[in-house]
């Protein structure tokens, strides 16, 4: 019986029920803890900033904030998890590239320290409604590198169809923006911030990406005391993916920005990096109880008791996973099974082409690494229920957050007459 956190996965689902998701504790601290240690330099202070998207609950963040990381917030509604948590709002960013004004609002009121302002139109509404509501905020100006990273390779693009950021060629409109914000009364400019993608393996994309940023720092000529290099390292989610040890990438990324500082002659006195994935994703199980199976002309399926509305991705990026039957770990994979979800979908397939033992009703499938962009992006499709969330450490659990009921969902037909 495979244990995580040396619980066994049996005894979690009798608990809590399925499908469940289990996150090791101990695997989250061990990755911030080497952010923390790896990601320092003399030359400038560093910070840890998790980028919450990427699963966001209030025992996280508590945990988060314990370890003394920063986070970033994409909406209201993870701002509303940040405060629940009572997340220090000055170590709160808030990214998007489409803020509405109740959300500036909502983060201007929380105090928010640091705004990142992804476009020209966003300066004048950040300057209003600081303005209006008499609150000081810093921002950084998310700059688009044309460094445009694909998991093993990366390419230079010649234009700039982001929907993030603005490019780095548009010197003159970044130029407009910082002189907006610098004649402001309430509005600080801190500095840049670039993101090059998700699940990159390869630290030269990120070089590169630094490289360019810290050069056009030293042609804006601008006072400029914080860069953020955003996030989007690569986690292991078959034996397939070798991401580069979190210490390693550290002190890489760290030589890097030491090496171009110098090259370019620049001084900066804080450096961010923003982590997701890389932080909860290998730390994240998720449990589901076998259903039947089914033999076809070339296939064998097992169907489990969730798909692709716990886990959207091998449906949205064709994203592939691993998995066992926990209760079998010592039997030999001789059989090969698609992994079928039970939603309304011939996508839903979790896995094509597992390698497991005899599955039969009642087994407990066991998927690994998902614990990044799986309950975050989390749907009703058919209306299921969201699972709970449990935390497990040195032989305890946790339920962290609970399970969806019907009544949750029932809650939301409510009418009523609209006064137009
Ligand atoms: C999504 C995102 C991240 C984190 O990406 P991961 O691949 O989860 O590390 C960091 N910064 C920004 C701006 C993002 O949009």
Redesign the pocket.
Known sequence: MLQIGKVRCDELLKACGSPLYVYDETQIEKKVEDYQTYFKSENFDTEIVY?S??FTCVALLEKLNAYGCSI?VVSGGELSIAKKANFPSENIYF?GNNKLNDEIIMALEYGVKTIIMDNMYEVDQVIHLAEKLKKEVHVLIRVNPKVEAHTHEFIMTATSDSKFGISIDQKDDIKEMIAKVNDSEYVVFDGFHS?IG??IFEEHAFVAAIDKMIAFIKEMGEPTSVLNI????GVRYTDEDTPIPTKDLCIKLIEAINQSLHTHDVQLDKVCM?????IVGEAGYTLYEVGFTKKTQNKEFIFIDGGMADNIRPALYDAKYACDIANKMDQAKDYTYEVAGKCCESGDIIIHDAKLPKVETNDILVVYTTG?YGYSMASNYNCLNKPAVVFVKDGKARQVVRRETYEDQLALNEEKELQL
């Open positions: 980028a998207k990427a970033d990214h993101h998700s699940q955003g996030g989007g390292f923003e982590p997701g994935r890389s990044a």
